[in-house]
């Protein structure tokens, strides 16, 4: 189980894994930092707040940050998927006006419900591969999407592309200034193929 998901035992299925602290600090520190990315949502402190909160208009313009356009791309392209022509500007815009601000709460609560996972994982007592952390399906479809909005976000900053093989990544010199975050990219990458794997019939 050391490092990857497994399938947990019990009546309600989930999944399964070990992480030493310094996983877990890496984890964290990743949520953490795209938590912040994200920025703060809006707290409704009332039904009335949270009823106009169904009205309240999002931005229409993408963000300018380009890890934060990839996780909240236009929902519009142009006639060729290449540019956008006016009318899919103009679809792109009423889109993310609407659904951008739902679309960032819940990949806050996603990334809080790993983070506080994590923490969770403090007290307990480290067997040989680690603490042990067990997911119910439904945390690990929070854990399977947060997983990939990290990945999304740790590929752009290091401008990965689709044609990027991991013959190439994983040949980085430890010298390189990348290497780091290259080799996080790569192990979260096994981390969801894991999991996904614990969620397949």
Same mark, same amino acid.
Request: aromatic share 6%.
């Given at each position: 189980?050391?490092?990857?998901? %497994? @399938? *947990?035992?019990?009546?309600?299925?989930? +999944? *399964? /894994? +070990?992480?030493?602290? !310094? %996983? !877990?600090?890496?984890?964290?520190?990743?949520?953490?930092?795209?938590? %912040?990315?994200?920025?703060?949502? %809006? @707290?409704?402190?009332?039904?009335?707040? $949270?009823?106009? *909160?169904?009205?309240?208009?999002?931005?229409? $313009?993408?963000?300018?940050?380009?890890?934060?356009?990839?996780?909240?791309?236009?929902?519009?392209h142009g006639p060729d998927d290449g540019d956008q022509d006016e009318r899919s500007q103009q679809y792109s815009a009423e889109f993310r006006r609407f659904t951008e601000g739902?679309?960032?709460?819940? &990949? @806050?609560?996603?990334? #809080?419900?790993?983070?506080?996972?994590?923490?969770?994982?403090?007290?307990q007592e480290n067997g040989p591969g680690g603490a042990v952390l067990t997911l119910t399906p439904d945390d690990s479809q929070a854990w399977l999407r947060t997983l990939n909005?990290?990945?999304?976000? !740790?590929? /752009?900053? #290091?401008?990965?592309? &689709?044609?990027?093989? =991991?013959?190439?990544?994983?040949?980085?010199?430890?010298?390189?200034?990348? &290497?780091?975050?290259?080799? +996080?990219?790569?192990?979260?990458?096994?981390?969801?193929? =894991?999991? !996904?794997?614990?969620?397949?019939?």
């Amino acid at each position: 189980m050391a490092g990857y998901f %497994e @399938r *947990a035992g019990g009546e309600g299925g989930g +999944a *399964a /894994v +070990a992480l030493d602290e !310094i %996983e !877990i600090s890496i984890l964290r520190s990743l949520a953490v930092q795209l938590l %912040e990315l994200i920025g703060p949502g %809006e @707290r409704a402190e009332s039904v009335g707040d $949270e009823l106009d *909160a169904l009205f309240t208009e999002g931005p229409s $313009e993408p963000p300018s940050d380009p890890a934060l356009a990839r996780l909240f791309p236009d929902a519009y392209h142009g006639p060729d998927d290449g540019d956008q022509d006016e009318r899919s500007q103009q679809y792109s815009a009423e889109f993310r006006r609407f659904t951008e601000g739902d679309l960032r709460a819940g &990949k @806050r609560e996603n990334l #809080l419900r790993v983070i506080r996972a994590l923490d969770g994982l403090s007290g307990q007592e480290n067997g040989p591969g680690g603490a042990v952390l067990t997911l119910t399906p439904d945390d690990s479809q929070a854990w399977l999407r947060t997983l990939n909005d990290l990945r999304l976000a !740790i590929g /752009v900053r #290091l401008g990965i592309s &689709k044609d990027d093989d =991991s013959d190439r990544l994983f040949g980085l010199p430890d010298d390189n200034p990348d &290497k780091p975050l290259v080799m +996080a990219y790569l192990w979260l990458g096994g981390l969801q193929e =894991s999991l !996904i794997a614990t969620l397949l019939p």
